[in-house]
């Protein structure tokens, strides 16, 4: 339980609490969708914004994006079903 709990002040850790002006209507409709989706407002419109400006990959995404575009530490798999056989065993 204290794992769960430490998980979830680092997510909330990582939000910036912030402020917008939105359309009386818009804001309705807003809420309107976000409660059909079972969502909170924020939640939703995190979830829309996500959408449209996708997920931002983190460093070590960056990373591996960078040696696969330049062939750096490159692992040649032959045999895809070995390999995947080899991954669920650990031995990659």
Do not use: H, W
């Amino acid at each position: 339980m204290l794992f769960f709990l430490y998980l979830l002040q680092k997510f909330i850790d990582m939000k910036v609490q912030t402020a917008f002006r939105f359309d009386e209507e818009l804001l309705a409709a807003l809420k309107e969708k976000a409660k059909a989706q079972k969502r909170s407002l924020n939640n939703y419109i995190e979830f829309l914004l996500y959408g449209v400006v996708g997920n931002i990959p983190n460093d070590e995404t960056i990373e591996a994006i960078y040696e696969a575009e330049n062939n750096i530490s490159l692992t040649t798999i032959d045999d895809l079903k070995a390999y995947k056989e080899a991954l669920i065993k650990g031995n990659v």
